[in-house]
């Protein structure tokens, strides 16, 4: 425990006086106050009487053959469209396209038809929904004159067209718009503080072991106490600069939390339940720590420093792979498929997979037992894993006979296996011929 201590509070003296990893952190909170602030900074430089006037919206065109469908088509896309400053024109085709390619108008809308247009636009924008929104306007014009002239007043007509319909939602499980804001910066935060502190673990273990360091540590410290300080050290660090940046964004929010207008993006970040967040944290702690163990492992099987990058991919391709399930699966809503659910109980995607079913979705409580117990026995594994990686490569020179590890007595286990299943299949094949030698 004394060498464990040691190793622990050298790493983290190294981390602290590391001039990047401060300066990152530092960097972070800066910008989060500038983003915090800025609602606030903003509303400085607003005048109380500042409306905005017809003058200041964007031009949109309307034209139509018919005089009576004109004036109707003027009041309604006006109503429609609030954003916009709606004028008829009665000019021809070229003088409309004139105008909208010279941008003093933003588009414009051609009736062809009672139920048929041509809208004209410069760019069309990836989120333009003026198409959709004419096309309803123009759906209810329609009926309204239909049912006008199957006898109806046009006020009948209006009262039917804009009947409201009232609904209740009932939610006996979770809400996903509310918890996908959230989710996904957890799931990116891991993402990122995975490959980030998995390097630095890779890097330092790999840049002792050229120096020649690691024969010197490897013989006043036991490889278990020498990983453990490591990893823990790269965790806290990386905890502690998590904790620095959210801490500070919740801190700055809540200075500013007026100024923000009751916006639900934000709120639904800030307002993480607290069952959640102990999830978020058990979930993110164990990832973090198996792929740390996973990097330093592979990092003690590196001779030279330059191999770090070849040497990490399969890890980083799989904790890739990982993430775009969940990223997938998050963006098409459907979090409880049958990928994600096997992502589930794999402990190398299980810190993502099941976080994101946990909070998007209702997971059975056995699931989650069953999920922690199989991820507990994983990440022990992973450490033996370790462990024994550290002291082969380290201790090379020491000859004493050890006994024959899981995965030796599993090779030579299968071997036998498939030498006796070879030889049952060659006997099953000739067997008339052996049992006609057998005769004889």
Request: include cysteine; hydrophobic fraction near 50%.
């Amino acid at each position: 425990m004394k060498q464990f201590g040691k190793i622990l509070n050298f790493e983290l003296k190294n981390y602290i006086k590391n001039k990047a990893f401060v300066g990152v952190t530092i960097f972070l909170v800066v910008i989060i106050a500038v983003v915090m602030f800025f609602p606030r900074i903003t509303s400085l430089f607003e005048s109380d009487d500042s409306v905005q006037t017809p003058d200041d919206l964007p031009v949109l065109l309307v034209k139509a053959e018919d005089p009576a469908q004109a004036e109707m088509v003027q009041q309604t896309f006006a109503a429609a469209f609030i954003d916009y400053d709606v004028q008829v024109t009665n000019e021809d085709t070229s003088y409309i396209k004139d105008q909208i390619t010279s941008g003093n108008a933003e588009g414009a809308f051609v009736m062809t038809g009672p139920t048929s247009y041509t809208y004209y636009v410069n760019n069309l924008s990836m989120y333009d929904a003026n198409e959709a929104i004419a096309g309803e306007v123009l759906q209810q014009i329609y009926q309204i004159n239909a049912m006008i002239g199957s006898g109806m007043t046009p006020e009948q007509a209006g009262e039917v067209m804009n009947i409201q319909i009232t609904s209740e939602v009932e939610m006996l499980g979770k809400d996903q718009m509310q918890s996908f804001f959230y989710t996904y910066i957890m799931i990116f935060a891991l993402y990122m503080v995975i490959l980030l502190y998995g390097q630095m673990v890779a890097m330092n273990v790999a840049t002792e072991k050229s120096s020649r360091a690691m024969e010197v540590l490897i013989t006043s410290a036991k490889p278990t106490s020498m990983m453990f300080g490591k990893v823990l050290a790269s965790c806290i660090a990386g905890l502690a600069q998590l904790i620095a940046i959210f801490g500070s964004a919740l801190l700055f929010f809540n200075i500013n939390k007026e100024y923000w207008g009751g916006n639900e993006l934000v709120d639904s970040f800030f307002n993480i339940p607290p069952e959640l967040f102990g999830y978020m944290l058990v979930f993110f702690l164990l990832g973090f720590l198996i792929y740390a163990f996973l990097y330093g492992a592979i990092a003690s099987t590196v001779s030279k420093l330059e191999d770090i990058n070849t040497a990490v991919q399969p890890v980083t391709f799989l904790f890739l792979f990982g993430f775009m399930v969940v990223i997938f699966s998050m963006t098409s809503g459907s979090v409880d498929n049958l990928l994600m659910k096997i992502c589930s109980y794999i402990p190398f995607t299980s810190p993502m997979a099941m976080f994101t079913r946990v909070a998007m979705s209702t997971v059975p409580w056995l699931e989650k037992f069953k999920d922690r117990y199989i991820y507990r026995d994983r990440w022990r594994d992973s450490i033996r894993v370790v462990r024994d990686s550290v002291s082969i490569e380290h201790i090379k020179e020491v000859k004493v006979e050890q006994p024959l590890s899981w995965w030796k007595r599993a090779k030579l286990g299968a071997f036998w296996w498939i030498l006796g299943a070879l030889v049952a299949a060659l006997a099953w094949i000739f067997r008339k011929p052996l049992l006609s030698l057998l005769k004889l």
